[in-house]
């Protein structure tokens, strides 16, 4: 299994990014997909998640009517669209499938 995160960068508050996580060496379409991000000093925290359709998703209050996570299973590809960025966003966010992380793609929100 591998999942490569990218899209990360430096935003000023307000603005907008979106991460992809390339997906490979398992079957994408039959399993469900999550975001997480981890702040310095702070624990690992679930962002969004998605089920192997996308018919349901799953989001953190703090990042709820913000953030959208949607997924192409033509292309092993699950997104998270970040808008009205917040300087407590800044993270290096994950892509997840179950026991298996991407390498991290950093998320610096900052005037």
């Known amino acids: 299994v591998q999942l490569v995160e990218s899209g990360g960068g430096l935003v000023q508050p307000g603005g907008s990014l979106r991460l992809s996580c390339a997906a490979s060496?398992?079957?994408?379409?039959?399993?469900?997909m999550s975001w997480y991000r981890q702040a310095p000093g702070k624990e690992r925290e679930l962002v969004a998640s998605?089920?192997?359709?996308?018919?349901?998703?799953n989001y953190a209050d703090s990042v709820k009517g913000r953030f959208t996570i949607s997924r192409d299973n033509a292309k092993n590809t699950v997104y998270l669209q970040m808008n009205s960025l917040k300087p407590e966003d800044t993270a290096v966010y994950y892509c997840?499938?179950?026991?298996?992380w991407g390498q991290g793609t950093q998320v610096t929100v900052s005037s």
């Open positions: 997840n499938f179950r026991h298996h």
């Open positions: 060496g398992f079957t994408f379409g039959y399993y469900g």
């Open positions: 998605i089920v192997s359709d996308g018919a349901s998703r």
